[in-house]
């Protein structure tokens, strides 16, 4: 893999900004992200809230509405009632003595209404209609008595305090007002049990519809390059058993096409070791030295890239290498003395200073791959080792040209070269970073690249040494 400053690939044109593009139905980004935080973010939780907040709405909705009959039916009962009492209380009063009245006057008194002897009544008349609507009746039962004034009570909007005038002519004070219809406490109680039981029902409802969903979405997260996910159970409703037979073929289908391309690949380097044996021979019998090389040049090329072909087709189905306990600061050290020894030096800086669990023979294919890289366009290769918190972080630093930004990422596909050409002297087959790539895919590690400040390519390998993050 090539990060040559000299580059014939066309840089691809960068998106637009997605800050500034409008979204599907014209709203701002920003606006949008702004609602999209206050929704939630799993389906789980999406239709738990609908549930919820529909029954607390329709628990509402009911208790209004029966607040509102019940309203509705003490207005009608209070019409229709309490003009008559208070009528027939003032009947009483005028035909007894006067000397009797103030007796009379507590027993005459109700929840709504009481009366006060003597006095005279001032203020604004009623403002309420309904207030308006319950002096009219009242003042309509107390016929043939003379209603002398009324006015607004001090007890709510629909009180009233009325002056009457007996026949004898004395005065009697009526000081009305509406009661509203008491409403047991058991009665909220039950709404709120209800609305719990609702609830529950809902959470349970959603749980049944999402955790199927979050079965298959774990085997999918699960399904790594080797394709080796865990069997989905079908069972449950007919959908979700639907949806879990089709992941699972699609499992078979994929892992078959993959092997099959493998044996393919395996087949045609196969076949093409005999023909490059071959030519590679009658090189031998050529008169021109020159020509020779060139061949010879191109058989090496030749065989280096069927080889790597099959070997980055292998990486895609993953390592089945276990991992094991090592001791990884000897097989850094061993790495760095094999290039010392070919005339190629390598820094190595850091160590873990204890054993770790990976896999070894991918762990040392992925900095063969990287260091070897890092040679081809530097004079000065760094192995850096930093852990901490079960956490290992391999560098391998270069003071090469380093790669332009826009190919950072285009650089770990396959055959993909930053260089134009294809001399392996200088491009390479396009593999090595990409076979890099998937094995710390199977590995459960993370590979990035970054340009140094100084000068050169740095990339990054970073893995967790725990046990169980290694068996991932």
């Known amino acids: 893999m090539s990060h040559s400053p000299g580059s014939s690939i066309a840089s691809m044109s960068s998106p637009p900004d997605d800050a500034q593009r409008p979204s599907a139905d014209g709203a701002h980004p920003a606006r949008a992200r702004g609602r999209r935080r206050l929704w939630p973010r799993s389906l789980f939780a999406r239709v738990t809230v609908i549930f919820v907040l529909g029954l607390a709405i329709a628990q509402a909705l009911t208790f209004a509405a029966i607040l509102y009959e019940r309203e509705s039916a003490m207005r009608e009962l209070m019409m229709s009632g309490i003009e008559q009492d208070i009528a027939s209380s003032i009947a009483i009063l005028d035909r007894l003595p006067a000397a ?99 609830a529950l029902c809902g959470w349970l409802a959603a749980r049944l519809v999402t955790r199927p969903l979050a079965r298959l979405a774990a085997a999918a997260d699960e399904l790594g390059p080797d394709l080796k996910a865990r069997h989905v159970d079908e069972e449950g409703p007919s959908e979700v058993a639907q949806a879990a037979r089709a992941f699972n073929a699609m499992q078979g289908r994929i892992s078959d096409y993959l092997a099959e391309r493998v044996q393919i690949l395996a087949a045609i380097s196969h ?151 294809r001399n392996r002297s200088t491009g390479g087959t396009g593999l090595g970073l990409a076979i890099a790539q998937q094995l710390a895919n199977a590995m459960g590690a993370q590979l990035s690249l970054r340009n140094r400040s100084e000068g050169g390519l740095e990339v990054r390998l970073s893995m967790d040494t725990r046990a169980d993050a290694a068996q991932g």
């Open 100 to 198: 009797e009245r103030a007796g009379w006057l507590q027993r005459l008194e109700r929840r709504n209404y009481r009366f006060v002897l003597g006095g005279s009544v001032s203020g604004p008349a009623p403002s309420a209609a309904s207030a308006r609507q319950f002096a009219t009746a009242i003042g309509q039962a107390l016929r043939p008595f003379e209603v002398e004034h009324v006015a607004q009570g001090g007890s709510g909007r629909d009180a009233l305090r009325m002056q009457v005038r007996l026949s004898d002519g004395a005065s009697v004070v009526v000081d009305a007002r509406r009661v509203g219809m008491p409403l047991a406490d058991w009665v909220l109680w039950l709404l709120l049990a209800q609305l719990a039981v609702l």
């Open 271 to 421: 076949d093409l070791q005999t023909p490059i044996t071959r030519m590679r021979l009658r090189t031998e019998f050529m008169d021109n030295e020159q020509d020779q090389l060139k061949f010879r040049q191109d058989l090496d090329a030749m065989n280096v890239l069927v080889r790597e072909g099959v070997t980055y087709a292998r990486t895609l189905q993953g390592t089945r290498e276990p991992p094991c306990r090592i001791d990884a600061d000897a097989l850094f050290e061993s790495m760095v003395a094999d290039y010392g020894d070919a005339g190629q030096e390598v820094v190595l800086q850091g160590q873990i200073g204890e054993p770790i669990v990976t896999r070894p023979h991918a762990l040392r294919r992925i900095l063969s791959n990287l260091i070897d890289n890092a040679l081809k366009f530097g004079s000065e290769v760094r192995l850096q080792v930093q852990y901490a918190d079960h956490r290992l972080t391999l560098a391998v630093s270069d003071n090469g040209p380093g790669i332009p930004p826009e190919h950072l990422e285009s650089v770990m596909k396959p055959f993909y070269r930053v260089e134009g050409s």
